[in-house]
């Protein structure tokens, strides 16, 4: 499979588009939240693969950490603010369970324990707007596309302790951050006393009325 997308084989880049895309869509999607931004990506990332084919090692095993590598970088060279983000993570986790939600559930038992509801799954993706650009690529990289931290540290261009550090807290601060959220979501306002007011005639006569 190298040898022919290293030769520009179109029958080989077909194949590597069949078995991939979905892969490199869900990346893409978690990094950006945004599943428009998200196809985006999938084109940008195989049209790029194509266009690099002679970079690719002619050595090696599975060619995903590679197209993985490519869409990180093109995530962070579209990614315009850190607020733009935020704003298309509330709007993903309005859409929780209505269209892409397959394209999330994975990763929730890995995340934040067990994730068996849409509300926690909504809080999570919530959440992940907290979590820093960086956090959010050693999350998908490594829970939920099962890099490991080697091949992760590869695909990013930093040591593989450095991943693994990065890996611990964005663990840790998404849970807490999705936490939080459901906490404030299930806390009830304290109850108002009201005090009924009208004509207490009326409300005896009424009273009267009901007992004939």
């Known amino acids: 499979m190298r040898a022919r997308i290293r030769a520009g084989d179109p029958h080989a880049f077909a194949e590597l588009f069949d078995e ?6 869900n ?3 978690r990094l950006t939240a945004n599943w ?4 985006d990506i999938v084109s940008a990332t195989f049209t790029e693969a194509w266009r690099s084919r002679l970079r690719l090692e002619a050595e090696g095993g599975s060619v995903r950490p590679w197209l993985l590598g490519i869409a990180t970088n093109l995530v962070r ?13 509330a ?11 397959t394209a999330v559930t994975d990763h929730a038992d890995d995340v934040a324990g067990r994730l068996d509801d849409r509300r926690r799954l ?27 931290y080697a091949t992760a540290a ?6 593989v302790g450095t991943v693994r550090s990065r890996l611990s807290r964005a663990r840790t601060k998404l849970k807490k951050l ?3 959220q459901l906490l404030a979501e299930f806390r009830e306002p304290r109850p108002v006393k009201r005090q009924t007011r009208g004509n207490r005639t009326n409300a005896a006569r009424s009273a009267q009325e009901g007992t004939r």
């Open 77 to 89: 060279a579209t990614s315009r603010s850190e607020r733009r983000y935020k704003a298309a993570a």
């Open 36 to 39: 428009a931004s998200a196809e």
């Open 178 to 180: 999705a936490d939080t």
């Open 122 to 148: 909504a809080a999570t993706v919530r959440a992940l707007a907290g979590l820093r650009r960086t956090e959010r690529e050693v999350l998908s990289l490594c829970l939920w596309q099962g890099l490991d």
């Open 27 to 29: 990346h893409a999607y």
């Open 20 to 25: 991939y895309a979905r892969t490199v869509y």
């Open 91 to 101: 709007a993903a986790a309005a859409a929780a369970g209505l269209k892409g939600e």
């Open 154 to 159: 590869q695909t990013l261009g930093i040591p």
